[in-house]
C-alpha cells in the first residue's frame, strides 16, 4: 500500500495549523493498491466517504475495471483533501472473495443460490398474499442510514402510498433519532442549525458524549490544527472515558453514566445565575425561558455533583468555558443520544445556545451530530418512519402537500398514528403481526440491543424475512431470501452529511455478479407490484439515479430541505453543496437560524412536541398556545435517574461504542488486514483503580454478565472512570466459527448479548450506553495480552483517569 503516512499509529497524520477565522490549509491524504502509482490510474471517479457522517470528499481510483485506491478532493469545503484511516484502506472489502454474487433463497430449510426473477418473484408473491389476506400492516420495512437519498425516497414512497404500511423506519432509529426529536423539540423542525466552517470561528467546542477523535476523524483533524494554531478554542469534553478528546481537553468533566441531564441542568444554571445569558436574542427568538429558569433554579453545581460524581468545581469551571465564550460551537452525539434521558439532554445543549444567542453565526452554532452517512437522507426523504420533506403527520394541510406531489389521495399515505420505531417493528414481528419484514443495509442480529432475543425473532416461523446486504451477515443467514446488493463505488446516488452537505457519489467499476444497486432492486419491485397513482399512472415512475433525484427536488421544494437549486451537473462542481439550496440561494447555506428559527410556526412545524419525560404528544393546542409566533422553544426538563442502576449482583456501569479502525459490525472493515490487525478482537476496559480492586490484570480474560446475558473479551486497563466498562460493539460473529451467534452454551463476542431492551421514551432511540453488570474472572492472562496494532497505539499511555475524579467514585446511588 502506498498510503500517506503510517495512518495506523498516527491516524490524525500531520498538523496544518491554522488560527481563529482562517481558512484551513488542505492536506492532500491518499492510499493506492501495492505497486500502483498516480500514472498507472486509469480514472479517478468522483465518490464521498461512507463510513461515517462527514461526507469526506474523495475520488476512486480505477485501473482495469477495478477499484486500486482513493484520494481525499482538496477543493471541497467538508475534508480539504484529509482522509481517515478507515477511508484509506476500507474500498479493499468492495473487492472481498466473500461478496454476495447471486439472490439467495431458502429451500428446505437452507439458503441456495438463485436468480432473479426467482427471489424477487417470491417477495412479490409473498407481499400480494400477506396484504390481501392480513392487510398492508403485515408488510415492514427496516432500512438504513448507508444507502442513497434516491433509494431512501424510492422506498418511502413505495411503502407509504403503493403498500400504504406505517411499518417503516430506519437503522438511523439506533442512531440519530435522538438528534432529530432535539431539533424537532427546539426548532420545531427537523434541520442542522450549525456548519463545519464554525469549527475555523469558534473560540469554544464543547463536545458532548462524542468521541469525535475516533468517529469523525477528520474534523478532530480540523480542531487539532486550530489547537496548535494562533489563538485556539477552548475544549469541553463531557465524557466518563479518558478518550483522545479528554485528553485535549481544557475541561474534562467524566459522569456518572446516565446522569446527563443532571449535569447540564447545573450547568445552565450556573450560566443563568452568573449572568451569561443573551437577553436580547432570548426575547426576539425564543418562548419558555422562565420555565427553564425555575427548573434548574435549584439545579446547583454541588447537587448535581452528588448525582454525576463530578466536583463542583469542575462543572462551574465548565460553565465558565461555556458561558463566557464569545463563538461556541458545541456537538452532541452518542453519549447522549444512547444515554438515559437522550432527547432531554441533547435538547438541554439547544437551550444552551438559545440562551446564550449562540447561534447562526460563524463560530456559534450546534451540531446535533449523525453517526451514518446517509442518516440525514433516510430522514429527509421519510424512510425513518416521519413523512417526507420534514412534513408534518399530524397536519392535514401538510399530509395534502405530500398526496399532491406523489398524485395520490391523502387517505392513501397512512398517518392516523404515529410512525412506527424500530424496535416496536421488531416487536410486531416477535407477536406474528408483521408478517414480512424487509431489512436493508443494516445487521441487526448484531447492532440491537437484546441479541437472543432479535435471533429468535428473525429465525420465528411466520416470519418472511427478507435481507439486502453485500455479505452473508449474521443476520442474512436467517433470512428467507437475500438479495446482491451494489455498494459505494458500483452504483451512483447522493447523500447529505451531517452539516446538510450534499456529494455525489458515482460508479466507478461494476458491481460482483448479479450484485444489483439497491435502487434498482426497489424499482423493479415497484414495477412487479404495479403500484399507481390515483389516475392510474406509475406511482414511482423514474428509473435511475437522477430520475429519482429530480422526482426528489420537487417533493423538497418549499420544504426546510430545499433540493430544488442543486443538480448532478452542479454536484460535479468542485465541492459539496449545502442545502437549503434554492433559486434564492444557489450556493447553498452555510448555517441555519441567524434569524430565528425559520419553521416554528404551527403551521410549518414538523411537530407540535412532546413531553420530556414521558414521550406523550403535547398536541396541536398546546403548540399554538405557547409558540404561536413560531420562535424557538427553550425545553426544561427534569433530571430522572437511568433505569438500570449498578447493585450488589452488578456492581458495574457497562457502556458500549466505537473504536477508531472499525465500523459497526465490521462487514466492511473486518474484511481489511491493516484494520483487523490494527483492532482484532473484543475487549472491556476497565479503570485502573477497579482492576487493582479486584487483582485483575492487562489481557485477562473476563466475563461481562448483566441481567440480559454474557460477553466474554480480554480486559484493558485505564482510561475509564471507576465503576464503568467499556465495550466495543463492533464484534459478531460471521469471522467466528459459529457464523451468526455463540456457540450454544458459550458468553458471546458482540456487546448486544448484554444490552437490555430500554428505549427514551421521546425519540425511541435505545440506550446502549447504560446497564449494570457484572464482572467475573475468566482465565488470567499468559504472558503480555494488551492490545495491538493501531489500538497499542491509541492506547499506549492508558492513563488513570483526571484529576477531576476522587478515587472512591465507584458506586454511589444517584
Ligand atoms: N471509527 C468509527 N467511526 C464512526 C462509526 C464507527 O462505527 N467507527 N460509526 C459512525 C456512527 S453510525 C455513529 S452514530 C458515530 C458515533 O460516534 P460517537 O458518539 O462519538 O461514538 P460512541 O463511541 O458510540 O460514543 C461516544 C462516547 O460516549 C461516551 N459515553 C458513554 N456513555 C455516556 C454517558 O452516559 N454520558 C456521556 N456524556 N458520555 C457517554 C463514551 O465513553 C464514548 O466515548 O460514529 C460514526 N463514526
Ligand atoms: N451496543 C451498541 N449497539 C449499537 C451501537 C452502540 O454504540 N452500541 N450503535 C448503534 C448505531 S449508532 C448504529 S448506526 C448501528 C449500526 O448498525 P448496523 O446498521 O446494523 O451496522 P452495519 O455493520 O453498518 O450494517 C450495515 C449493513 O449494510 C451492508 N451494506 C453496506 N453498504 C450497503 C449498500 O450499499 N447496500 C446494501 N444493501 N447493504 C449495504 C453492510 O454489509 C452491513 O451488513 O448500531 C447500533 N448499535
Ligand atoms: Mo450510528
Redesign the pocket.
Given at each position: 500500500m502506498e498510503v500517506s503516512g503510517d495512518r495506523i499509529t498516527d491516524p490524525w497524520g500531520a498538523r496544518t495549523p491554522y488560527g481563529r477565522g482562517g481558512r484551513w490549509p488542505v492536506r492532500t491524504d491518499s492510499c493506492l493498491a501495492e505497486g500502483v502509482s498516480e500514472e498507472d490510474v486509469g480514472a479517478w471517479v468522483r465518490a464521498a466517504s461512507l463510513l461515517h457522517s462527514d461526507g469526506d470528499a474523495m475520488d476512486i481510483a480505477v485501473r482495469d475495471g477495478r477499484i486500486v485506491g482513493v484520494r481525499g478532493r482538496a477543493g471541497d469545503r467538508v475534508n480539504r483533501g484529509r482522509l481517515e484511516p478507515k477511508d484509506l484502506y476500507a474500498w479493499q472489502a468492495n473487492g472481498s472473495a466473500d461478496r454476495l454474487t447471486r439472490p439467495l433463497v431458502r429451500e428446505a430449510g437452507r439458503l441456495v443460490e438463485s436468480d432473479w426473477p426467482t427471489a424477487m418473484g417470491r417477495i412479490v408473491a409473498k407481499s400480494r398474499e400477506l396484504i390481501a389476506s392480513h392487510g398492508p400492516e403485515s408488510v415492514a420495512f427496516y432500512t438504513?442510514?448507508?444507502?442513497f437519498l434516491e433509494e431512501y425516497y424510492t422506498l418511502a414512497v413505495l411503502a407509504r402510498a403503493g403498500i400504504g404500511t406505517p411499518h417503516l423506519d430506519g437503522?438511523t432509529r439506533?442512531?440519530t433519532a435522538t438528534a432529530a426529536e432535539a431539533l424537532k423539540e427546539s426548532f420545531g423542525s427537523d434541520g442542522q442549525p450549525g456548519s463545519y466552517g464554525d469549527i475555523d470561528h469558534a473560540d469554544a467546542i464543547a463536545l458532548f458524549g462524542h468521541n469525535i477523535a475516533e468517529t469523525q476523524v477528520v474534523q478532530w483533524m480540523r480542531i487539532l490544527d486550530r489547537l496548535d494554531g494562533p489563538d485556539p478554542p477552548r475544549l469541553l469534553c463531557v465524557d466518563p472515558r479518558l478518550t483522545p478528546v479528554a485528553r485535549r481537553a481544557s475541561v474534562h468533566l467524566a459522569p456518572r453514566l446516565g446522569t446527563n441531564v443532571a449535569l447540564l441542568n447545573a450547568l445552565l444554571h450556573e450560566v443563568i445565575r452568573n449572568g451569561w445569558t443573551d437577553p436580547g436574542f432570548i426575547d426576539r427568538h425564543t418562548v419558555g425561558f422562565e420555565a427553564l429558569r425555575k427548573q434548574v433554579a435549584s439545579c446547583t453545581s454541588r447537587w448535581a455533583s452528588g448525582i454525576c460524581d463530578v466536583p463542583a468545581a469542575a462543572i462551574e469551571e465548565a460553565a465558565e468555558l461555556l458561558g463566557t465564550a464569545d463563538r461556541l460551537l458545541s456537538t452532541v452525539l452518542?453519549g447522549f443520544y444512547?444515554a438515559n434521558q437522550a432527547t432531554a439532554a441533547a435538547v438541554q445543549v439547544n437551550n444552551l445556545h438559545l440562551v446564550r444567542g449562540m447561534l447562526g453565526r460563524p463560530g456559534a452554532g450546534v451540531l446535533q451530530m449523525n453517526?451514518?452517512p446517509t442518516a440525514e437522507n433516510t430522514r429527509e426523504c421519510g424512510a425513518d418512519g416521519d413523512l417526507p420533506g420534514f412534513r408534518n403527520w399530524q397536519n392535514d394541510d401538510h399530509v395534502a402537500d405530500l398526496a399532491r406531489v406523489w398524485n395520490v389521495e391523502p387517505s392513501a399515505i397512512p398517518h392516523d398514528a404515529p410512525p412506527t420505531h424500530a424496535m416496536e417493528i421488531f416487536r410486531l414481528a416477535e407477536q406474528g403481526t408483521v408478517r414480512m419484514l424487509w431489512i436493508?443495509?443494516?445487521?441487526?442480529a448484531?447492532?440491537l440491543p437484546e441479541l437472543a432475543r432479535i435471533r429468535s425473532i428473525l429465525s420465528r416461523e411466520g416470519l418472511f424475512t427478507v435481507v439486502?446486504?453485500?455479505?452473508l451477515?449474521e443476520t442474512a443467514q436467517f433470512a428467507d431470501v437475500v438479495l446482491p446488493?451494489a455498494?459505494?463505488g458500483e452504483k451512483t446516488g447522493t447523500f447529505t452529511n451531517a452539516d446538510r452537505t450534499v456529494h455525489l457519489s458515482e460508479k466507478a467499476v461494476d458491481p460482483p455478479g448479479d450484485a444489483r444497486p439497491?435502487l434498482d432492486i426497489f424499482l423493479d419491485y415497484a414495477a412487479l407490484m404495479g403500484f399507481q397513482d390515483k389516475d392510474g399512472g406509475r406511482l414511482v415512475h423514474w428509473t435511475g439515479p437522477e430520475e429519482a433525484f429530480e422526482a426528489w427536488k420537487r417533493c423538497s421544494a418549499g420544504r426546510p430541505c430545499d433540493y430544488t437549486g442543486l443538480s448532478y451537473e452542479k454536484l460535479r462542481g468542485p465541492s459539496g453543496i449545502q442545502w437549503p439550496c434554492a433559486e434564492d440561494s444557489p450556493d447553498g447555506t452555510d448555517r441555519l437560524y441567524g434569524d430565528g428559527p425559520a419553521w416554528a410556526h404551527p403551521d410549518l412545524c414538523e411537530t407540535y412536541g412532546k413531553d420530556l419525560v414521558t414521550g406523550e404528544p403535547l398536541g396541536e393546542d398546546w403548540y399554538r398556545s405557547v409558540n404561536p409566533d413560531g420562535k424557538a422553544l427553550i425545553r426544561p426538563a427534569p433530571y430522572v435517574p437511568p433505569k438500570e442502576w449498578p447493585d450488589d449482583d452488578h456492581p458495574f456501569q457497562l457502556t458500549?461504542?466505537?473504536t477508531l479502525y472499525h465500523?459497526?459490525?465490521r462487514?466492511?472493515t473486518g474484511r481489511v488486514p491493516q484494520l483487523v490487525a490494527a483492532a482484532p478482537d473484543v475487549w472491556v476496559q476497565i479503570a485502573d483503580a477497579d482492576a487493582t480492586r479486584l487483582k485483575l490484570a492487562e489481557g485477562d480474560l473476563v466475563d461481562v454478565t448483566t441481567r440480559c446475558g454474557t460477553l466474554r473479551g480480554r480486559l484493558r486497563i485505564g482510561a475509564v472512570r471507576p465503576g464503568v466498562l467499556f465495550v466495543p460493539?463492533h464484534y459478531g460473529y460471521w469471522d467466528t466459527p459459529a457464523g451468526n451467534a455463540p456457540a450454544p452454551g458459550a458468553p458471546g463476542r458482540a456487546?448486544?448479548e448484554t444490552?437490555p431492551t430500554h428505549w427514551d421514551p421521546v425519540s425511541k432511540q435505545p440506550q446502549?450506553k447504560t446497564a449494570a453488570a457484572a464482572l467475573t474472572l475468566v482465565v488470567r492472562a499468559a504472558g503480555t495480552a494488551g492490545p495491538t496494532g493501531g489500538e497499542a497505539a491509541l492506547a499506549s499511555d492508558l492513563p488513570s483517569m483526571p484529576r477531576y475524579l476522587p478515587p472512591d467514585s465507584g458506586r454511589r446511588g444517584p
Open positions: 438504513s442510514g448507508q444507502l437503522n439506533l442512531c452518542q444512547q453517526g451514518q436493508s443495509a443494516t445487521n441487526p448484531v447492532s439486502q446486504d453485500l455479505f451477515t446488493a455498494t459505494w439497491d458500549t461504542g466505537r465500523f459497526h459490525t462487514t466492511k460493539f456487546a448486544n444490552i446502549f
